[in-house]
């Protein structure tokens, strides 16, 4: 029997030996409503007072029992209380109260300092003196596609939205258990998990959690193949001391406790960096059995267990991942998101402004460059972009254009830094990190250890350190816990994966060797046998694997392709150290990247655009543009390669990605459908009068319920009817949709498409403005539509019914909506409907609400 219920069943026998006089007093001290407290027998009471004060419920009833002075039966629940629950005694609560203050301590030790930027951790800051405020957001606009995250960013962008506080992570309406907050790699979810543990430490948040055990997966990863219990996990990465034997009493004691909200003793734990886990969780569907939390399982067990709600139920969970590692946590196991986001436009440019206040040739440098610009989204690319452009600015030098040229700067900026820059064992030593940046890469892993180091070649990571490279690309990841063993990381991803490309360059000027020909048999389709030495070759093999990597090595291959250019090559001179007689030109592998355009769907062929433009080649945007010079386009004689060009172009532009016209362009479902992409980044898509047909409707719904910049949706004057309305609203019904404005004027719909919106806008749903004039909607379709204007869940703010053929009995039924749900809508237009006196009555009392700030345009 779960232990809310033992407690019930304690109560009741409590009230049933009440006497008739004395129960009739003790129910008058319940803070119940006069209604509910006149008619409330014994079961409603016990019932009452543990909903009310879940594990205080005991503590509650004896209260009452002395104010009506019933001694004797409060000292008998007193005595029973504790062997029901398995509960802890007044010592056992002195010495609970003594560990908490203990972990506390020990907690905000270990948080307080932090090392800042790309400095050792040996050299650290008080946190509070560093954090900088980070963009979190309730919920993720649905769980990312699976391409890289740098490409994600240039597709989503950052949009401006209301930011929360650390400590308000998990403030929900509803119960929740399981937290999952997701972010690019950089963009600070690790300083939140710091902050949010600091915080509470300290005695500032989250007060009424009891127990936080904050776990690291990079150092959970080191006990891979061991077996452990919950509490000999937390003694062996959190804390160990004589307090923390209380870990085993109080686990026991929660372990038939079934959510959070009752649960005695109030834990956390934090699972951090769940992209970087080696661990293979398995979190699939099964028969649900709870474990003895006492008995030792393999850690990689344990920890799916507990994610999946079979070992501790009563324990929240707090799971941070990049969002490509998301999709390994089935939505299931998932009860609220949170995200992460970096700087949006007006940080960036104030951040830029604050370091160049004289130079806004600088800044505006930085802006014409769209994947620099983005890129600045995170905070570290902004400090890396500003450290480079300030040294070419004191140099003379010109500002670098690509993401290559940008990261070749960045390299040999702190090469030259180095006391040993011209020495061969500097150069060595870069070689080295490069082999560990590849094959580390290949092996999708951004976090290392010293065995990694000794199988690139690093066997004296201390004796790298002379290398100025060494320590400014390249750091020592701080531990929880002194005793553990050192951990490795590229400062950001980007930098792992630049690296990576030098050493494929680096292997095939200096060993005659490609490196990329061992992954040549895990691709599909077939390849030629014999092996190629040439720079073409590279590029094709490179090509191919990132074609089958889901996105991972998109960036890889632009740093590749970017490498090629002799002008990278001459910067980076003896450390690349090109044959005297080396001559490459980048046609035959643009001619590659051409052919393989033609093949694949626009969306696909954005970063192979990416890649072009590291290759300084715009013939396919050149060409499009004289398609747009031209007037409208014909969809019948443009070629699958210009549209994937029209997709790029449109993307850097500022007023499509504003406000996005189908008609300019293409007014068919082909054109529709190939610049799909277009209408997932912009902010507003105005498909108006384009003709729409189910298959376009299926394809928006797609749209709507991924990741994307779209809030207004414009589609008025199509004929959608009721079909395929429904075949839209699949897409709106999706939580991970984020459509603010919806317009459907004269789209042919009635009362069934009123039905399907009313399900759409009665479930949580982020609509905000819904305009469905000139539809015959009648007062069947208002009545129908009604129905989600009354649910709690609908948050609709304008709606729009201007002649809709509306009568009164729709309005009426309109009206009674409101009044049961009055707080949300804000304007309503009814304007060329015939209404009615009574009508207009019903939402003029509906006005009058003081809950209600309704204004009607009739």
Known sequence: MALDMKIKGLLLETLEDLEQEDFKKFRYYMDLPKSKKENADRTDIAEQLAKMHGKNAGEKTIEILEKINNYNLAQKLRNDLPHITGSISSVDNEQIGKFKRELQENLRQIYLNVPEGNTEYSWQKPLENIYTKLNITRGVAGLPDKQHEVLQMEMCGVAEEESIQPCDIFQSQEPLRTMLTV???????????????????????????????PFAFRELNLEEGKSFSLAELIRHSVWESEAIKMVDHILVSLQESDNYQSSEIKLLFVLDGL???????????????????????????????????????????????????????????????????????????????????????????????????????????????????????????????????MYTEFLLYHLDKSKERDSRKSTEYVKALAK?????????????????????????????????????????VPPLKKYQRKMFQFIHLTVQEYMAALYVMMSLFQDDTNVLDDYVWTLKGPLLLWKRKQLTWVHEVAIR??????????????????????????????????PKNYRHSNAETVRLIKRRIKRNSPEENINLFYCLKELKDESLLEQMQQYLKGGKLSTEDLPPAMWSALVFFLRASDEAMSCFHLWKYARSEKGLLMLLPVVKASQKSVLESCNLSKKSCEALASVLSSPGSLRELELSWNDLYDDRLEALAAGLAKPQCTLQVLRLRECQLSKKSCEVLASVLSSPCSLRELDLGFNDLCDDGLEALAAGLAKPQCTLQVLELVDCKIGTRGCVSLAKALRSNPSHLQQLSLGFNDIGQEGKRALEEVQMDSRCSLKVKW
């Open 545 to 578: 694997i990132a074609s089958e990597r889901e996105g991972n090595l998109d960036l890889f291959l632009r740093f590749l392709l970017g490498l090629s250019l002799q002008s990278n090559q001459d910067l980076l001179g003896e450390l690349l150290k090109v």
């Open 183 to 213: 972010g690019f790699a950089g963009i600070g979810k690790t300083f939140l998990v710091r902050k949010f543990v600091l915080d509470w430490a300290s005695g500032e948040t989250n007060t009424d959690v009891d127990f936080i055990f």
């Open 275 to 405: 992209d970087e886990s080696h661990l293979i969780l398995d979190l699939s569907d099964e028969p649900k059995k709870r474990l003895d939390v006492t008995r030792a399982y393999p850690v990689e067990v344990l920890l799916a267990h507990l994610i999946k709600g079979n070992l501790l139920p009563c324990a929240r969970v707090w799971i941070t991942t990049r969002p490509q590692a998301a999709h390994d946590i089935p939505p299931r196991l998932v009860d609220g998101r949170t995200e992460v986001k970096g700087f949006n436009d007006s940080q960036r440019m104030d951040y830029f402004r604050k370091r160049f206040p004289a130079e806004e040739d600088v800044v505006k440098h930085i802006q014409k460059s769209p994947t620099i610009f983005i890129m600045c989204h995170l905070p570290i690319f902004c400090w890396l972009t500003a450290s480079v452009l300030q040294d070419c600015r004191d140099a003379g030098k010109e500002l670098p254009e690509t993401l290559t040229e």
């Open 436 to 476: 560990l940046a590849f094959q580390q890469l290949m092996k999708k892993q951004q976090i290392f250890y010293e065995r990694d180091l000794r199988e690139s070649g690093l066997d004296d990571p201390q004796g790298a350190k002379h290398s100025g490279v060494f320590t400014v690309v390249f750091k020592e």
